[in-house]
């Protein structure tokens, strides 16, 4: 665990005990993006209620947040399972005392805010500074959480837009890419069953040594290691992803580098390339995640596609040609 995250919990642990001193709160505010005052408030009172209360937990050191009475209408069924199943996953907390965003009005009318400043405990010293991105519904109360992407790579491809619909489009593809990979760190196996399509190709690809002796003489200068790859069925993907939601305590995810590429004449099918930290409690790795998504049913797009690459072997980096993009499938 990194000093400043021990030094976070013990000024926390100090202010919870002195008679006047209340620093476990977070005061949220909406900067812009909300004209509905009633909405602008219930939303900062709903993110406010929940970061104060992902602190004082941390500091009474309890293993479930709970919420007092009063407070529970915050939020809707769906945003308490998913909270209870990120935390089930790992204890969170708010650093700051004072978070001030802007929300999003999203195409299906609910409101996101961005960019919500968290320490993952149970996350390794690199990994621990993440944000959340919080959705709300029109009543203000809290509908569902995301680990969000990094700003500047949101930002990349919302910024990519060369249309209104395309805009749109891109919004739902951070969205999906976001739930997804919460998903995974929060072992949400039902979704993660339900966004790949039934028949999707999945391709995994895994580092091999060469065995030199059953190589002939001309192939003796090649590369000590090869790439295998291995194609599953959706069932034997979620078969073996169970075992692992079981096997390991803890799961975080991290997406870099994403690359989106729209398909030259289906506009409702995208390639997204990531490169994708994979941290657990047995197990670690990076490499090159593919997801060819299909947004013809614009509420619950599908995976058709999803490949995965070591981002090495033979001590170097893979080359970019030989990542897997939406250009090597025909569709």
Request: aromatic share 8%; net charge negative.
């Amino acid at each position: 665990m990194r000093v400043h995250k021990l030094l976070i919990l013990a000024v926390l642990a100090f202010c919870a005990t002195a008679t006047h001193a209340q620093l476990d709160v977070v005061r949220f505010t909406i900067q812009d993006g909300i004209s509905d005052p009633a909405l602008k408030a219930g939303i900062e009172k709903s993110a406010s209620v929940l970061l104060s209360t992902l602190n004082s937990t941390v500091i009474a050191g309890k293993s479930k947040v709970k919420f007092d009475k009063e407070n529970e209408v915050f939020f809707t069924k769906d945003g308490k399972k998913c909270l209870d199943e990120m935390w089930a996953s790992s204890a969170m907390m708010c650093p700051v005392s004072q978070v001030t965003e802007k929300g999003i009005t999203m195409q299906d009318g609910m409101v996101q805010v961005r960019n919500i400043p968290i320490t993952v405990l149970a996350a390794d010293d690199d990994n621990c500074e993440q944000e959340l991105v919080l959705c709300f519904n029109g009543n203000g109360q809290i509908d569902n959480i995301m680990i969000a992407l990094e700003e500047h790579r949101y930002l990349d491809v919302i910024n990519a837009q060369i249309s209104v619909k395309d805009f749109h489009r891109r919004q739902a593809i951070v969205d999906f890419v976001e739930n997804f990979r919460t998903a995974y760190n929060r072992k949400d196996i039902d979704y993660i069953n339900n966004v790949f399509s039934d028949n999707a190709l999945i391709i995994t690809g895994k580092v091999v040594k060469v065995d030199k002796k059953k190589q002939d003489l001309t192939a003796q200068s090649l590369n000590d290691e090869q790439i295998q790859y291995q194609k599953s069925t959706k069932e034997e993907y979620i078969t073996n992803l169970k075992k692992c939601f079981k096997n390991n305590s803890y799961i975080n995810l991290i997406f870099d580098d994403i690359e989106v590429m729209r398909h030259p004449k289906r506009d409702d099918i995208f390639g997204v390339t990531l490169k994708q930290h994979w941290n657990s409690s047995n197990y670690s790795d990076v490499g090159y995640l593919f997801l060819m998504i299909n947004f013809e049913d614009e509420m619950n797009p599908s995976i058709q596609v999803r490949t995965w690459q070591p981002d090495k072997y033979n001590g170097k980096p893979l080359p970019r040609d030989e990542v897997f993009s939406l250009d090597m499938f025909n569709i």
